[in-house]
C-alpha cells in the first residue's frame, strides 16, 4: 500500500508533463514512418518491419530513463522528500514507486508501435504480443537506469546522462541502425556484452516465433535489470541515510 499510494502521486506527475509523453510516444512512432519510408525507395534488409520496429521499440525505451531520471532528480531537490524521509517507507518502497508507473507506459508505447507497423504492412501475428510482453523486462531495465542516475546526479545532468548520452549509446550498441557484426572486433564484442543488442534480438526473435532462440537474450537484459535495480535500491538507500 506504501508502494501503490506513492506510484499514483507519480503516476499523476507523468500525466501532467504531457509534452515529455507525447515525445516518447510519438518520436518512435516517427522513426518507424522516415525509416520504412527510407526502405521502399532504397531497400535495406534491417530496415525491414519485422527487423526495424522491435529496435524502435527498445531505442523509445531510452525516453524511459529519462523521463523517470527527472522525475526523481526532481523530487530529490523538493521539500517532498524530507516530509517522506520521515514516514516508516524504505528505499525499495521508493524505487519502485518510480518503476511501476511506467510500466502501462511502456506497454502503450510498444503497443502503438507495433499499431503503425501493421499499418505501413507488417504481417499480424499472435507473435506480436509475445514481442510485447518480452519488452516489458526490458522496460525494466531502463527504468532502473533513469532511477539510479536520477538518485545520483541532479535533473540538469540527468538530462545529458540520460537524454544525450544513453539514447546514442544505446543506439549505437543496439543492433538497430546498422549490423554490429559487419564492424566486428571490439565494437561488436562490447555491444554484445551489453543489454541493448540483446534486447532488440529477444525482440526479433519473439515476433518472428523463434521462441526458443529468445531466452539467452532475454537473460542478459533481465540480469541487468536485476542488478541496476538492486544498484539503485542501495544508492538511494545511502542517500536517503544521507539525507536524513
Not at 510516444?25 to 526502405?39: A, D, H, R, T
Not at 530513463?65 to 521539500?79: N, P, V, Y
Amino acid at each position: 500500500m506504501k508502494t501503490a499510494a506513492l506510484s499514483l502521486r507519480n503516476w499523476k506527475e507523468i500525466l501532467r508533463d504531457k509534452l515529455n509523453v507525447s515525445f516518447g510516444l510519438g518520436f518512435p512512432l516517427v522513426l518507424i514512418l522516415l525509416l520504412s519510408f527510407i526502405q521502399k525507395n532504397i531497400p535495406v534488409s534491417m530496415f525491414e518491419l519485422p527487423q526495424l520496429t522491435p529496435g524502435i521499440i527498445v531505442f523509445g525505451f531510452t525516453f524511459l530513463s529519462l523521463f523517470s531520471g527527472m522525475l526523481i532528480a526532481k523530487d530529490r531537490s523538493s521539500s517532498l522528500f524530507m516530509r517522506l524521509f520521515t514516514s516508516p517507507l524504505k528505499p525499495n518502497h521508493f524505487v519502485f514507486s518510480y518503476y511501476i508507473p511506467f510500466l502501462p507506459l511502456a506497454f502503450f508505447q510498444a503497443v502503438f508501435t507495433y499499431i503503425v507497423a501493421l499499418i505501413l504492412g507488417l504481417e499480424f501475428s499472435i507473435h506480436i504480443l509475445s514481442s510485447i510482453i518480452i519488452s516489458l523486462p526490458v522496460a525494466i531495465m531502463f527504468v532502473s537506469l533513469g532511477v539510479l542516475c536520477g538518485t545520483i546526479f541532479n535533473d540538469k545532468q540527468v538530462g545529458g546522462i540520460c537524454g544525450a548520452f544513453l539514447t546514442n549509446f544505446s543506439a549505437w550498441l543496439s543492433d538497430t541502425w546498422f549490423d554490429i557484426n559487419l564492424v566486428g572486433g571490439a565494437f561488436a564484442k562490447i555491444a554484445k556484452a551489453l543489454p541493448f543488442y540483446h534486447a532488440v534480438e529477444a525482440g526479433r526473435y519473439a515476433l518472428a516465433g523463434e521462441y526458443s532462440k529468445i531466452f539467452p537474450d532475454l537473460w542478459w537484459v533481465i540480469g541487468y535489470a536485476i542488478v541496476i535495480s538492486a544498484l539503485a535500491i542501495w544508492v538511494f538507500g545511502k542517500k536517503m541515510n544521507y539525507d536524513k
